[in-house]
């Protein structure tokens, strides 16, 4: 039986050996696999490339395939497909959205910035095509104050998380930002009372924690990052010992690349649940990934009066980030 053999006893026909019959099919689809950090280990082993949404968004820029198969939430397969209108973009499971995103409608968001005359909008890339179409400006928590500092002097209305909102407006020293009021479910998780009594337990370890935290995390963090900040300081850092506060699919690049780091996940308010790991981003799996390559659906599709319009703050942003 070859590796892309079907198995018989799987009505799906999926094959014994998904990684290999998976390999074999991005090569003959000619496709790239992009994942973002907070996929599953085993999907991140297969990616051609993983990274964080602006890295991730940097790639989809650069690619020249036929098809781009984006395992992360469904506004990130937007953006690669607002920049690839011409190629296939696929997911392996349409239902991988986002709190952000879904919590910020554009009707909603736009009645919203009404109220404010004069204000440019700098949207969080963790939102929809349509949002990124009214926006003045894209930003992702790698470079959300690089981009805010576009706007000094100006009115700013933030979308569509209120915590990136406040540390940046805190970075800046402006209290003035105009913020949307979302947030996402998995930092939100993160309890401030729990990690504070665990850093009692660990005294030695260094905290490490993502701008979409509350600030009473934040407070208690001694490095806010993005999520490739995050990675990149927990190799880095002299601390054997980190407590790391962003969903725990971080740990897999930072096993590999610091195998001698202990890894603790910052504490969650509910200790019955894996809350501190995004429910979206993990519908993807190896068997939906084998499918969705097998039968180039679900496709993702942007309106091109959207897409044209969400185009422009996006390639500014990547022009501004180079």
């Known amino acids: 039986m070859t590796s892309a053999s079907p198995n018989a006893a799987d009505p799906r026909g999926l094959p014994e050996d998904l990684e290999s019959a998976i390999l074999e099919l991005k090569h003959e689809r000619n496709a790239v696999l992009l994942a973002h950090y907070y996929q599953e280990s085993e999907v991140q082993d297969l990616a051609d490339f993983v990274g964080d949404s602006l890295a991730l968004a940097q ?39 986002c709190s952000l995103a879904d919590g910020c409608p554009p009707n909603d968001l736009r009645a919203f910035v009404q109220q404010h005359p004069g204000a440019k909008l700098l949207s969080y890339i963790n939102c929809s095509a349509e949002v990124k179409a009214m926006s003045d400006l894209i930003c992702t928590s790698s470079n959300a104050v690089k981009m805010a500092r576009e706007f000094d002097g100006e009115p700013l209305v933030f979308a569509p998380d209120r915590h990136l909102a406040r540390w940046v407006g805190n970075q800046l020293g402006r209290d003035d930002l105009i913020v949307w009021p979302g947030a996402c479910i998995v930092h ?3 309890s401030a009372k729990r990690l504070a009594q665990l850093r009692v337990r660990h005294p030695e370890a260094e905290v ?56 603790i996940q910052a504490p969650g308010i509910d200790e019955s649940c894996a809350c501190n790991q995004c429910p979206f981003m993990r519908l993807n799996t190896l ?36």
């Open 188 to 190: 939100e998780q993160f």
């Open 59 to 97: 790639a989809a820029s650069r690619v020249d395939v036929d098809v781009i198969v984006f395992c992360g939430v469904h506004f990130m397969a937007e953006t690669a497909k607002i920049l690839n209108p011409d190629r296939t973009v696929v997911v392996p499971d349409l239902e991988a959205g």
């Open 208 to 263: 490490l924690a993502h701008p979409e935290c509350d600030q009473a995390v934040l407070d208690q963090a001694d490095f806010i990052a993005s999520t490739t900040g995050i990675i990149d300081r927990a190799v880095a850092s002299p601390a054997k010992t980190l407590i790391i506060a962003t969903e725990d699919g971080v740990f897999h690049q930072i096993e590999q690349r610091a195998p001698e780091k202990e890894l």
């Open 287 to 322: 068997e939906k990934l084998f499918l969705c390559l097998r039968d180039l659906k679900p496709t993702v599709d942007v309106p091109e009066e959207i897409r044209v319009k969400a185009l422009a703050p996006i390639e500014r942003m990547l022009a501004l980030s180079s």
